[in-house]
């Protein structure tokens, strides 16, 4: 199971297009509500979320997924019940990934020191000890995976099936979508 999550102010299009092309790639998915079941995203789009994060299970945790956007970033810090949850999956082995501003979370964690990344123009100075490599569009290093904004949102969903599922199933996805990697 891969959970994302969403706060208030959320990046839409870095959530769902990873929630899209993870679904298309047939890796369970589900949107996790912090402090409510409906989420206001940056540009007002309302969106369901599947559960609240004690519904999380870390047992079943093949990968967590920080977005981006001011508001839900700020939102993720906010919830001393969702940082709690980001350093229990690293601290379990599992798999984190994160795009635009969302990489500050895991950075405010110390999860990105020594790691190359990729994170949101002007968003730099909040990555403490990472690596920051802006030329690419995703990047991998270790148990993390990076997207640089929102324009990056369908690779950064391709990388994370890639990354679980493999690159015949990222292109296959991909293929279907009419979309060059």
């Known amino acids: 199971m891969v959970y994302i999550l969403l706060g208030t102010g959320f990046e839409e299009i870095e959530a769902l297009a990873a929630c899209d092309v993870l679904r298309r790639g047939g890796v369970k998915t589900a949107l996790v509500g912090i402090g409510g079941a409906e989420i206001a995203g940056a540009n007002g789009i309302i969106v369901k979320a599947d559960c609240g994060l004690p519904d999380v299970s870390l047992d079943e945790m093949e990968m967590l997924v920080v977005p981006g956007g001011g508001g839900g970033v700020e939102s993720i810090k906010a919830s001393r019940s969702a940082m709690d949850l980001i350093c229990k999956a690293y601290e379990a082995g599992k798999e984190l990934a994160s795009i635009c501003a969302g990489p500050t979370v895991l950075a405010k964690l110390g999860i990105t ?21 802006q030329q690419e569009s995703t990047i991998r290093d270790g148990r993390l995976t990076t997207g ?23 292109d296959s996805v991909a293929g279907g979508m009419y979309y060059r990697r």
């Open 148 to 170: 640089r904004g929102p324009g990056s949102g369908i690779d950064f969903g391709l990388r994370l099936l890639e990354v679980l599922r493999g690159k015949q199933a990222a």
């Open 113 to 133: 020191d020594g790691k190359k990344v990729t994170c949101y123009p002007g968003t730099e100075n909040l990555m403490g000890g990472a690596v920051i490599c």
